[in-house]
């Protein structure tokens, strides 16, 4: 997808090892999410950022951790990896906020516990 | 707390048919109803989006039917074709929310 790039496409871990998912945008655009997909639940909230080091929590954000050090950058972290994060991560980007202002995902993050 | 519930989970639709995703939201304070599309492998892309200033939106074939007193919105996909298969997330945000809220999402195949 144009102006935003994921790493890594496919990942394998095991339980209880720490994992690091990135986000990558050339659109300097202010917000960016990051979202879970799962059969039946849709697309879910982890955590989301209005700005660089300003970020806050989701409706699924137990488990995870985010950092925006750079405009472009925004990192989601499992500190300890459970089978139940076994999902796709998406991440998404905004220009602005709410109403009028659609996302722009990635191509996504298949992560799988084992 | 689901705030958007979409129906129905899947459907099939014949070449050439009407396609009819439903979606009904709970806050009165959403302002901005977008769907999307995703193909599989991709992230999902913006398809159609209203506002509840209107009934109705059309971009093509497709076409969104909004109902604010029944807090109802609906996707239509006329003369539905098979690269229209994929799944469809109806969506719901405030002016003033950082963030949208997406329903379950509808996987819609299209046969031959």
């Known amino acids: 997808d144009a102006g935003i790039t994921q790493s890594p496409r496919h990942k394998v871990t095991e339980t209880g090892t720490p994992v690091t998912l990135r986000c990558h945008q050339t659109?300097?655009?202010?917000?960016m999410y990051w979202y879970r997909q799962d059969p039946g639940h849709g697309l879910r909230l982890i955590h989301y950022?209005?700005?660089?080091?300003?970020?806050d929590k989701g409706e699924v954000s137990d488990g995870y951790s985010v950092s925006r050090s750079k405009t472009e950058d925004f990192l989601l972290t499992l500190e300890s990896a459970t089978s139940s994060q076994t999902s796709v991560y998406f991440c998404?980007?905004?220009?602005?906020?709410?109403?009028?202002?659609?996302?722009?995902f990635g191509s996504g993050t298949r992560l799988t516990v084992v | 707390q689901q705030q958007v519930k979409q129906s129905p989970q899947s459907l099939i639709v014949q070449k050439g048919g009407i396609s009819i995703i439903n979606c009904a939201y709970e806050n009165t304070a959403f302002d901005y109803f977008p769907w999307y599309q995703q193909f599989p492998g991709k992230g999902p892309a913006l398809l159609i989006a209203i506002r509840p200033d209107v009934s109705e939106k059309k971009e093509g074939r497709f076409t969104i039917s909004f109902n604010k007193s029944a807090k109802q919105f609906s996707l239509h996909i006329m003369d539905s074709q098979p690269g229209d298969s994929a799944t469809y997330f109806c969506a719901a945000s405030t002016g003033s929310a950082s963030k949208i809220i997406f329903g379950s999402g509808t996987r819609l195949s299209i046969r031959p």
């Open positions: 998404a980007i905004s220009e602005g906020t709410g109403g009028g202002y659609g996302y722009t």
């Open positions: 950022s209005y700005g660089v080091k300003d970020t």
């Open positions: 659109e300097n655009h202010r917000y």
